[in-house]
């Protein structure tokens, strides 16, 4: 890919050589090289790496950071990190795997943020939210929860579903359709 890219760069692009780059992947560590070059606007370009969607000084790939975010929902830390090493084959502390679930969880709180905003602020309804039906049923509640090191000691932390029916899955169970949390 880094030799395509090389054959195909724009013309007004300055090669300034190779640089070597360390990432974990789902299949374990890799070590490679990319070419660097200048655009005719003078900025930084590394396109393998932008390709790849790595950040300038990210070392995991974004489906580690997913598999981590989904582990630490399930499980502690520490558990964690012993679930991924055994997954990818290198090893992660307990507090690299905290620190891949943030970095999800802030890439998650940016799209929750463009899709409110692409809504309220704009008017626009999502395209995957348009769905006409003849009863939407609504259900929520909270629970408190305490805070350390914050301004505040306490929260509230809402959670609300909707959904348009129920369909029955065995004898005493349903299951909701169209849910939405």
Not at 62 to 86: F, I, Q, T
Request: charged content about 35%.
């Amino acid at each position: 890919a880094d030799e395509y890219f090389r054959q195909t760069k724009a013309r007004d692009w300055e090669n300034k050589g190779r640089k070597d780059r360390q990432i974990v992947t789902c299949n374990g560590f890799i070590k490679y090289k990319r070419r660097i070059y200048i655009d005719g606007e003078g900025n930084w370009r590394r396109p393998l790496d932008e390709m790849l969607e790595l950040k300038p000084k990210g070392h995991y790939t974004l489906s580690v950071k997913e598999k981590a975010g989904y582990l630490v929902s399930e499980l502690a830390y520490r558990g964690s990190a012993s679930v991924l090493d055994w997954l990818i084959g290198t090893a992660i502390s307990h507090t690299t795997t905290g620190r891949l679930m943030k970095e999800v969880g802030h890439s998650l709180d940016a799209e929750d943020e463009e899709q409110l905003e692409q809504v309220f602020e704009h008017g626009e309804a999502l395209e995957a939210g348009k769905q006409e039906v003849e009863v939407l049923y609504g259900e929520s509640d909270g629970v408190w929860i305490c805070l350390q090191g914050e301004d505040q000691k306490k929260t509230e932390v809402r959670v609300g579903i909707l959904y348009t029916g129920k369909k029955a899955i065995a004898e005493g169970r349903n299951r909701l359709e169209n849910k939405v949390a």
